[in-house]
């Protein structure tokens, strides 16, 4: 494949990972919203912990190039921002699970 | 759906993230070869800026939760774990796209 050809793919792989995160965050919203009801904490460690470790083995499994290490980083920021979002949920009563998104703010 | 459910689908979604980003690695690495065979620099700022609009815009027309901002900080993440990679795979002539990955270490 060319260089062009290769920048495509990952075009559209971006597009699919955009949605994919999309639908990972609402439901990490929805998540969220439970806990509230519940009295529950947003963070729970042990949950970072079963996500980070899921994924690594994953990686293992699928023998991508990207190792565990690289893999850890990539969804500490993911749940890092669903840990915002669900943060910016619970500050905003009556929002519920479907919060604006920052789409106003500098950009 | 109860946390239970919704964390099983989080790790559904997790998986095929970790199977789409390892794909996308695969390509960034791809064009890390032609690019070096062709003697061009790695770190394309143009191109960066190209991934990051085309994340935002994509994420703007499918309503998010996740806003531009959130795309933004995820994916200059997802770039930097490439082009990681795409240095890596240029210290070690002759592993060409497949680099070892980081698995043997600290894990």
Redesign the interface.
């Known amino acids: 494949?060319?260089?062009d050809q290769?920048?495509r793919?990952?075009?559209e792989?971006?597009?699919?990972?955009?949605?994919?995160?999309?639908?990972?965050?609402?439901?990490?919203?929805?998540?969220g919203e439970?806990?509230q009801a519940l009295g529950l904490e947003i963070y729970q460690p042990e949950?970072e912990s079963h996500?980070l470790g899921?994924?690594?083995e994953?990686?293992?499994a699928?023998?991508?190039?990207?190792?565990?290490?690289?893999?850890t980083?990539?969804?500490e920021?993911?749940i890092d921002?669903a840990r915002?979002?669900e943060r910016e949920s619970a500050h905003m009563p009556g929002q519920g699970?479907?919060?604006k998104?920052?789409?106003a703010?500098?950009?």
Do not use: S, W, Y
């Open positions: 494949m060319t260089i290769l920048r793919r990952i075009d792989l971006d597009e699919r990972l955009v949605e994919l995160l999309n639908e990972r965050a609402t439901c990490a919203l929805q998540i439970i806990k949950r996500v899921h994924v690594r994953h990686g293992r699928t023998r991508g190039p990207l190792g565990p290490e690289a893999l980083r990539l969804f920021r993911i921002e915002r979002l699970a479907t919060p998104t920052d789409t703010a500098k950009d």
